[in-house]
T-cell receptor, first 116, second 115 residues
Framework: DAGITQSPRYKITETGRQVTLMCHQT?????MFWYRQDLGHGLRLIYY???????DKGEVPDGYVVSRSKTENFPLTLESATRSQTSVYFC???????????????FGPGTRLTVL | AQSVTQPDIHITVSEGASLELRCNYS??????LFWYVQSPGQGLQLLLK??????LVQGIKGFEAEFKRSQSSFNLRKPSVHWSDAAEYFC?????????????FGAGTRLAVHP
C-alpha cells in the first residue's frame, strides 16, 4: 500500500550512541520533513528537504544529521544521542510547492525514541 | 516571529455536545492555516485547511473552521461530538520561506469525550 512509513516504530538507546531513524515514501514527493513532538511544544521542525541532495535546517537541528540520496528516503541520524532527544519523531512529505491550495503534508506514524 | 497559540491544553465535552477549539496565530503576511488531528499512537491527519477565499472552511469528519483576520484566529468547530473524536488537535500556520512550505504548529489541544 502506498504511503509514508517510518522505522523503527519504537527505539530505546543509550546516551552517546548513534541512532538512525528511517523514513520512506512511495509517492515520489519532492519535499520531506522531520519533526519532533514534545509535550507542551507541539511539533517542531528539525530538518527539511526540497529534493534529493537538497536539505536545510529547521527550527531545532542541533544534534541531528540528515541525508537524501534518493527522493523516497529521508533518514534522520542522531550522531551521539542525548537524553534531551527523547521524543516522538515524525516524518512528513508533500508534493506541492508552498502557497498552493493543494499543499498538504502527509505524516508518517512516528518513531518513539527513548534515550537512557 | 510567526507563532501559533492554542490556549486550551485539555478540553472535555459530552458526546453530542458542540465543540470549539481555539487557535490564534501571529503572522505578518496572509497566512495559510491548517488543523490536524492525532489519534493515540497515530500520525497526524489533515482535517482542513484555509488558503484563500471563503473564510468558513469545511473539512473531514464533520469539522469546520472559520478564519477571522481581525482576530487572528482560526477556530475549529463541530456541532455534535462523537466519542471517536477524542484525540489531540493541532493548529498550524504555513510559512513560505526559501521555496519551502514550513509548518509552525501550536502546542495542541487534547480532547476528551464523555459518554
Amino acid at each position: 500500500d502506498a504511503g509514508i512509513t517510518q522505522s523503527p516504530r519504537y527505539k530505546i538507546t543509550e546516551t552517546g550512541r548513534q541512532v538512525t531513524l528511517m523514513c520512506h515514501q512511495t509517492w515520489s514527493h519532492s519535499y520531506m520533513f522531520w519533526y519532533r513532538q514534545d509535550l507542551g511544544h507541539g511539533l517542531r521542525l528539525i530538518y527539511y528537504s526540497a529534493a534529493a541532495d537538497i536539505t536545510d535546517k529547521g527550527e531545532v537541528p542541533d544534534g541531528y544529521v540528515v541525508s537524501r540520496s534518493k527522493t523516497e528516503n529521508f533518514p534522520l541520524t542522531l550522531e551521539s544521542a542525548t537524553r534531551s532527544q527523547t521524543s516522538v519523531y515524525f516524518c512528513a512529505s508533500t508534493a506541492t510547492k508552498p502557497g498552493r491550495s493543494t499543499d498538504t503534508q502527509y505524516f508518517g506514524p512516528g518513531t518513539r525514541l527513548t534515550v537512557l | 516571529a510567526q507563532s501559533v497559540t492554542q490556549p486550551d491544553i485539555h478540553i472535555t465535552v459530552s458526546e453530542g455536545a458542540s465543540l470549539e477549539l481555539r487557535c490564534n496565530y501571529s503572522y505578518g503576511a496572509t497566512p495559510y492555516l491548517f488543523w490536524y488531528v492525532q489519534s493515540p499512537g497515530q500520525g497526524l491527519q489533515l482535517l482542513l485547511k484555509y488558503f484563500s477565499g471563503d473564510t468558513l472552511v469545511q473539512g473531514i469528519k464533520g469539522f469546520e473552521a472559520e478564519f477571522k483576520r481581525s482576530q487572528s484566529s482560526f477556530n475549529l468547530r463541530k456541532p455534535s461530538v462523537h466519542w471517536s473524536d477524542a484525540a489531540e488537535y493541532f493548529c498550524a500556520v504555513g510559512r513560505s520561506s526559501g521555496g519551502y512550505n514550513k509548518l509552525i504548529f501550536g502546542a495542541g489541544t487534547r480532547l476528551a469525550v464523555h459518554p
